[in-house]
Nanobody
Framework: QVPVAESGGGLVQPGGSLRLSCAIS????????WAWYRQAQGDQREEVAK???????YYSDSVKGRFTISRDNGANTVDLQMTSLGPDDTAVYFC??????????????WGQGTQVTVSS
């Protein structure tokens, strides 16, 4: 199985909501940060939300107040609840995990991405 895998993307109307989920392999540990990035067509990839091991969250200005990141240690998932979606939120959304390998070296994991399209 792949280390991380996103799901939940799709087509949603403006003003709608969508929840993305990232499933993380139990082999990926210890984890230091869980994050969501997105990349719109023709644009650079940007971080939109992050949560660290202490539960501290970060949101980009463009999504603050509309998106919520959460993690479930039991299920080993990190979710992104998105509300009040608009066309500018259309992008491929990626799960990003900062962990350490067995030697204690930092290691970055990326999911394959899930498409979110906000359109009427």
């Amino acid at each position: 199985q792949v280390p991380v895998a996103e799901s939940g993307g799709g087509l949603v109307q403006p003003g709608g909501s969508l929840r993305l989920s990232c499933a993380i392999s139990r082999d990926v540990f210890p984890i230091f940060t869980w994050a969501w990035y997105r990349q719109a067509q023709g644009d650079q990839r940007e971080e939109v939300a992050k949560i660290d091991s202490a539960g501290i969250t970060y949101y980009s200005d463009s999504v603050k107040g509309r998106f919520t990141i959460s993690r479930d240690n039991g299920a080993n998932t990190v979710d992104l609840q998105m509300t009040s979606l608009g066309p500018d939120d259309t992008a491929v959304y990626f799960c990003n995990i900062l962990a350490h390998n067995s030697r204690g070296a930092p290691r970055i994991y990326w999911g394959q991405g899930t498409q979110v399209t906000v359109s009427s």
